[in-house]
């Protein structure tokens, strides 16, 4: 995925530099896996996402928020027991909707 803003002539490809030139041309790092490894508190999107939905509550927003634990990234079995509910509620009162 391209999450890079501003966009960068040195990695054009966003995130995609990762695997295609920065990994395969830098040498060896001591890495770990870690959720916040930049330690800025800005690259965590379970945090993301609460805070947004707290800022969404706040402003009086409706919105649905669901977290499901133990779940992988795109987990097919989640999208399968919440994705038809999420599409009825995202849609429900829309003109559109009633065709």
Do not use: C
Request: avoid cysteine; hydrophobic fraction near 40%; charge should be positive.
């Amino acid at each position: 995925m391209n999450q890079q803003w501003p966009p960068s002539a040195d990695t054009p490809h966003g995130a995609w530099e990762f695997h295609e030139r920065l990994v395969p041309n830098s040498p060896p790092k001591p890495i770990r896996l870690n959720p916040n490894a930049m330690r800025d508190n800005m690259h965590d999107w379970v945090v993301a996402n609460e805070n947004m939905a707290r800022a969404l509550a706040a402003k009086g927003y409706r919105y649905q928020f669901v977290f499901v634990r133990n779940a992988g990234h795109t987990d097919r079995a989640v999208k399968q027991q919440t994705l038809p509910e999420a599409l009825e509620w995202l849609w429900k009162g829309h003109p559109a909707a009633a065709r």
